[in-house]
């Protein structure tokens, strides 16, 4: 069976079932884009799985992880300011970091051309908000496509690519979660890699710096390259009309993975609706648009999140006194989740009650399946820093969250983290609650990615300011959110730069070593000022992988003795391992499916119930 690096860079045409992330990697290397990078954020991380399957040697684009988005993108730029199509990918939250830079792109002549691929999670399924960027999209004037299946992602990549480099600016690709997730049999091109690294630069093809009355001329340039793309989207037919004989004057504008839900829901609906199906959301192209509203009597947008399609369009309708009945988000709950078939088919109930149909007999399992909270895998160091820094915490102490699996601290049994927002927050967050505050202590809790990522800003304000914090980076080497991804301290040692920084109080152990954690943190929490702990230990998925590799390996389990346990449940209520099997007669058990026998559990029992089984190959 071929692996997907090497059926990612056949040169032949071929077909394949793949993942929308996965298309989107080939449609790069069909359209000889030459640099790529990215911060890595779900729903878009299987890109770069992607590319990493690809050997270095064999690689026909440079690819890196840089420390953020906002890096991520300049590092593009740049390539493409030498002539190299270049891409830049990451998730929805991600354009918050991105975004100073990336409102101007649309301003610069970007002679290599740049597309950059978002992925955008309506539904909140792995971010902190559910925010519609079309919103920034239209401020930033940028083109910007929105497939629906992966089959239209490599397709609308290409257009996005082609229409990047003709016009040399940037063009969004607009991925939702689960285009990019997943998967469908797809007929790729041929191609041949004939296009080198270039180094073009040349400061005629600007101007690049937007001084005074350039930064007007820069935009007047901008708005009408954005313009243009319309006739692209003319010429492509990238608009597509699904047409019924048994309309009953209706029909529905939509766009995205929403149209595919539609079109579910329509397959069991006792009349049809016709349905314009945009594949690019901005800019608009009115001709279209307008002709459909024209030929009915009552038009529907269909949108998740917000109601950026159904201000413009009928705005449109207002401006050529169209009588067209338009209709478009009437509730609260619009505005909220993905348009999934059950919500689409709710919307065309309350929009044209007559109009749904049946539907197919749905499958009721016969067993009650309880709900499946977010837990930290079995043997991760956050779960024993949490367990030994519970034991310094006070009641009225605050303490204060970051993004990454340390989130999860925030969970029963540890109930440490009470404040979250961003990457990197937690620190000037903290430093804003220890000011005036003599009497709760301050813990504010950062990765170690994410360090790099956003942490450094709020750090060196609380060492400017003086704030009175105690801050514990969580270290595990990785990544580990989102797949593992190397990060810069595996290069730059965090406290090497927290020494740089004039820190002085900076202590570290091994997470594992719970006792001593423990009172590290309970030394640090006492100084006035700035302190740091680093609470390290491997990602234990990462290392077990690693591990499970390697000849001879054994795996051990955790053991419970029985006589000696006398049922005081520490190691379920306190330390929370899902290894623990708690029994209806009190009595605890090991379940051996998830055990990795790394022992971090042991300390939490005071009756050292705790063993390790022999272990076996």
């Known amino acids: 069976m071929k692996k997907l690096g090497d059926i990612l860079i056949g040169e032949n045409s071929f077909e394949e079932i793949l993942m929308g992330n996965e298309a989107v990697v080939r449609a790069m290397i069909e359209t000889q884009t030459k640099v790529v990078t990215s911060y890595p954020g779900s729903p878009t991380p299987e890109i770069a799985t992607a590319i990493q399957s690809i050997p270095k040697d064999k690689r026909p684009f440079y690819f890196e992880f840089s420390v953020n988005e906002k890096v991520a993108t300049e590092v593009a730029f740049g390539a493409a300011l030498n002539k190299n199509l270049s891409c830049a990918f990451f998730k929805s939250v991600g354009l918050n970091v991105a975004l100073d830079s990336f409102v101007q792109l649309g301003l ?3 002679i290599g051309g740049m597309v950059v691929v978002i992925g955008d999670d309506p539904g909140a399924n792995s971010s902190q908000n559910e925010q519609d960027n079309r919103n920034v999209y239209k401020m930033s004037r940028v083109t910007v496509f929105e497939p629906a299946s992966p089959k239209e992602a490599y397709e609308y990549y290409k257009h996005a690519a082609a229409l990047a480099v003709k016009e040399q600016t940037v063009v969004v690709l607009r991925l939702t979660t689960h285009v990019c997730h997943a998967r469908q049999k797809i007929l790729f091109d041929k191609y041949k890699n004939t296009t080198s690294y270039r180094t073009k630069f040349n400061p005629e093809n600007g101007p690049y710096i937007a001084l005074t009355t ?18 692209y989207i003319k010429d492509a037919g990238l608009n597509k009309e699904l047409n019924s004989e048994n309309n009953q004057g209706k029909g529905i504008i939509t766009s995205g993975l929403t149209c595919l839900s539609l079109l579910d829901v329509l397959e069991t609906a006792r009349y049809k609706p016709d349905v314009l199906k945009l594949g690019v959301i901005n800019p608009l192209e009115k001709d279209g648009i307008l002709s459909f509203l024209k030929a009915h009597d009552e038009v529907l947008v269909l949108e998740e999140l917000d109601d950026i399609l159904e201000i413009q369009i009928k705005a449109m ?49 016969p067993l009650e399946v309880p709900a499946r909270p977010a837990q930290m895998c079995p043997g991760c160091g956050h779960r024993s820093a949490f367990f030994a820094i519970k034991k310094v915490l006070e009641k009225e102490d605050i303490t204060v969250a970051d993004i990454g699996c340390h989130t999860l601290g925030y969970m029963p049994p540890y109930n440490v983290g009470e404040i979250l927002m961003c990457m990197g927050a937690s620190s000037g967050i903290a430093s804003g609650l220890s000011l005036f505050n003599d009497k709760k202590r301050v813990v504010a809790f950062l990765g170690d990615s994410t360090f790099f990522h ?60 719970q006792a001593k954690l423990t009172d590290l943190v309970k030394s640090s929490i006492q100084i006035k000022g700035i ?46 391992c899902p290894t623990f099997i708690r029994n209806p007669d009190e009595s605890v058990d090991i379940n051996l499916d998830l055990c990795i026998g790394d022992g971090s559990c042991r300390p939490s029992c005071p009756e050292q119930a705790i063993g390790f089984d022999k272990g076996v190959k």
């Open 214 to 231: 350039m930064a007007l001329d820069m935009k007047r340039k901008a708005i009408k390259k954005f313009n243009r793309s319309i006739q």
């Open 317 to 365: 309708a207002y401006d050529k006194g169209l009588a067209t009945r338009l209709i478009g988000k009437t509730e609260d709950e619009d505005y909220v989740g993905e348009y999934t078939p059950d919500k689409v088919k709710d919307k065309l109930a309350t929009v044209w009650p007559d109009m749904p149909g049946g539907e197919p007999e749905a499958f009721v399992s």
């Open 531 to 576: 302190s740091v702990v680093i609470a390290r230990h491997p990602c234990m998925l990462k290392f077990t992988r690693l591990q499970r590799k390697k000849s001879g390996y054994v795996q051990k389990h955790i053991t419970i003795n029985q006589e000696t346990c006398n049922k005081t449940h520490d190691c379920v209520e306190s330390f929370g």
């Open 108 to 110: 610069m002549n970007i």
């Open 454 to 513: 956003a942490g450094l800003p709020g750090l060196i304000n609380a060492i400017f300011n003086n704030h009175n914090i105690t801050l514990i980076i969580m270290e595990n080497g990785t990544t580990a959110m989102t797949g593992h991804q190397d990060h810069a301290g595996n290069k730059v040692p965090i406290e090497n730069i927290l020494k740089g920084l004039g820190i002085e109080s900076i202590l570290s152990c091994d997470t594992y070593s």
